[in-house]
């Protein structure tokens, strides 16, 4: 079955405790991508990764590393978690972005992370 | 820069009225337009897509939108709301010819649809 897994699913943590909150996906996607949503914000993009070791900004990319070793993994990364990173996570891939390819996203089940 | 507008973060109806969630765009180059659903305690799922041609879409569980270029919209609508339609909706564009540090991909805030009994 075609699909994004994200895990942890659920996550309460402390103020500068590293986490890391892994993606995996099993189309052989090139594109994948981070977004946080928060009420009222709708969806924040993170990161984002063309391919195998591409990584480039979002729009929220503050307090958050990513890597792209491998093709089918894009793990997030809180170094240093704040409050403010409180929200749920969703990951996502596309078999591409750009002319030949229309970007529609397959989205993980989202990762709900509370920081206190 | 394009964006995406959607009017309305909550819109209630009735179950068996009609839906209509309404999106703009902004987008320098024909866009591909898209509605995603996010039902409870869920990620979202694809609902309908524009790329080319026909620019009334149909989408799954009976939904359908219409690219309308002179009006940069593309409204979602269903003749008759169901209970299990509640979701939030989101509208997203790809202008698809971007590069250079931008993935060309903008979501809106979404559009959360509740049904009255």
């Known amino acids: 079955e075609a699909q994004v897994t994200q895990n942890p699913r659920y996550l309460i943590t402390v103020t500068g405790k590293k986490l890391t909150v892994t993606c995996s996906q099993n189309m052989n996607h090139e594109y994948m991508s981070w977004y946080r949503q928060d009420p009222g914000l709708g969806l924040r993009q993170i990161y984002y990764s063309m391919n195998v070791e591409v990584t480039d900004k979002g729009d929220v990319p503050e307090g958050y590393k990513v890597s792209r070793k491998e093709k089918r993994n894009f793990p997030l990364i809180l170094e240093s978690p704040s409050p403010n990173q409180t929200s749920l996570y969703f990951c996502?891939?596309?078999?591409?972005?750009?002319?030949?390819?229309?970007?529609?996203?397959?989205f993980g089940e989202g990762s709900r992370l509370t920081v206190l | 820069a394009q964006s995406v507008t959607q009017l309305g973060s909550h819109v209630s109806v009735s179950e068996g009225a009609l839906v209509l969630l309404r999106c703009n765009y902004s987008s320098s180059v024909p866009p591909y337009l898209f509605w995603y659903v996010q039902y409870p305690n869920q990620g979202l799922q694809l609902l309908l897509k524009y790329t080319t041609g026909a620019t009334l879409v149909k989408g799954i569980n009976g939904f359908e939108a219409e690219f309308k270029k002179s009006e940069t919209s593309f409204h979602l609508t269903k003749p008759s709301a169901h209970m299990s339609d509640a979701a939030e909706y989101f509208c997203?564009?790809?202008?698809?010819?971007?590069?250079?540090?931008?993935?060309?991909?903008?979501f809106g805030k979404g559009t959360h649809l509740i049904i009255q009994p």
């Open positions: 996502a891939s596309s078999i591409g972005i750009g002319r030949k390819n229309t970007g529609e996203l397959f």
């Open positions: 997203a564009v790809s202008d698809h010819t971007s590069g250079g540090g931008a993935d060309g991909l903008t």
